[in-house]
C-alpha cells in the first residue's frame, strides 16, 4: 500500500486547531502561538519533498511545531541576558535560597506543600495564576523553565540550545524558581 500524498491545502482544517493549542499551551501568547504554527506550515511546504511518510502527517507536522517552539525560546532567551551578580529582589543571595553541592532547597527555604491549593482554588485559577508567574520572568528565564519543565529537555540539551554554559543555566533556573515561588506566594500559595 502505497502511503497517502500530503495535502497542504488541507492542513490548516485538518490540523490547524490542534496544532494551535499545542504551542499556546507552550508559549501562553495567541499571536505567537498562530505564528508559530504558520511558520510549521512554511517550513513544511519547503520540506514537502522530503517527506517520507515514515509517520503520519500529524506527526510530522508536530515535530516541526515543536521544533519552532524550541527556535522561539531559543531567540527569547538571547533577547535578555542574566547577569551572574544579580542578586535577588529581597538582596538575598542564591546560597540562602540552595545548597551548593545539588541544588535543592535548603531546609528552611523548601516551599511549603500545595496540597491545599486545590482546596483553596480551582484548578483553572491555579494554572491562570501559574502562567501569570512564568509570564514576568525574564525573556532568558521564561525560555530556560519552558524548555526544562515544559517540553523537558536536559540541561544539557538547553546549554547547547541556548548556548549557556552549565554554570549560568543553573544560575537561571534557580532564579526563575526564586521568582516563581515570590510570585505564587504573593498569591497566596505556598505559604502555611
Same mark, same amino acid.
Request: aromatic share 8%; hydrophobic share 40%; net charge negative.
Given at each position: 500500500?502505497?502511503?497517502?500524498?500530503?495535502?497542504?491545502?488541507?492542513?490548516?482544517?485538518? +490540523?490547524? *486547531?490542534?496544532? @494551535?493549542?499545542?504551542?499556546?499551551?507552550?508559549?501562553?501568547?495567541?499571536?505567537?502561538?498562530?505564528? /508559530?504554527?504558520?511558520?510549521?506550515? $512554511?517550513?513544511?511546504?519547503?520540506?514537502?519533498?522530503?517527506?517520507?511518510?515514515?509517520?503520519?502527517? !500529524?506527526?510530522?507536522?508536530?515535530?516541526?511545531?515543536?521544533?519552532?517552539?524550541? *527556535?522561539? @525560546?531559543?531567540?527569547?532567551?538571547?533577547?535578555?541576558?542574566?547577569?551572574?551578580?544579580? /542578586?535577588?529582589? =529581597?538582596?538575598?543571595?542564591?546560597?540562602?535560597?540552595?545548597?551548593?553541592? =545539588?541544588?535543592h532547597w535548603t531546609g528552611p527555604q523548601?516551599?511549603?506543600?500545595?496540597? =491545599?491549593?486545590?482546596?483553596?482554588?480551582?484548578?483553572?485559577? $491555579?494554572?491562570?495564576? $501559574?502562567?501569570?508567574?512564568?509570564? !514576568?520572568?525574564?525573556?532568558?528565564?521564561?525560555?530556560? +523553565?519552558?524548555?526544562?519543565?515544559?517540553?523537558?529537555?536536559?540541561?544539557?540539551?538547553?546549554?547547547?540550545? /541556548?548556548?549557556?554554559?552549565?554554570? =549560568? @543555566?543553573?544560575?537561571?533556573?534557580?532564579?526563575?524558581? $526564586?521568582?516563581?515561588?515570590?510570585?505564587?506566594?504573593?498569591?497566596? /500559595?505556598?505559604?502555611?
Open positions: 500500500m502505497t502511503p497517502a500524498t500530503p495535502v497542504p491545502a488541507l492542513w490548516p482544517d485538518r +490540523f490547524g *486547531d490542534e496544532l @494551535y493549542r499545542f504551542a499556546l499551551s507552550r508559549v501562553s501568547d495567541a499571536d505567537v502561538a498562530e505564528e /508559530l504554527v504558520q511558520e510549521t506550515f $512554511l517550513s513544511a511546504l519547503d520540506g514537502l519533498t522530503t517527506f517520507r511518510a515514515e509517520a503520519s502527517e !500529524r506527526t510530522w507536522l508536530f515535530v516541526i511545531l515543536r521544533r519552532k517552539i524550541i *527556535d522561539h @525560546y531559543r531567540r527569547q532567551a538571547r533577547a535578555t541576558q542574566v547577569s551572574l551578580d544579580d /542578586l535577588s529582589e =529581597n538582596g538575598a543571595a542564591e546560597a540562602d535560597f540552595f545548597t551548593p553541592e =545539588n541544588g523548601a516551599p511549603a506543600s500545595w496540597l =491545599n491549593a486545590d482546596a483553596a482554588l480551582e484548578q483553572q485559577e $491555579l494554572h491562570e495564576i $501559574l502562567q501569570r508567574c512564568q509570564e !514576568r520572568l525574564s525573556p532568558q528565564q521564561g525560555a530556560v +523553565f519552558a524548555m526544562r519543565f515544559v517540553e523537558e529537555l536536559s540541561a544539557e540539551e538547553i546549554c547547547q540550545e /541556548l548556548g549557556l554554559s552549565s554554570a =549560568n @543555566y543553573w544560575v537561571i533556573v534557580h532564579r526563575a524558581k $526564586l521568582q516563581l515561588r515570590r510570585c505564587l506566594e504573593k498569591h497566596g /500559595l505556598g505559604k502555611k
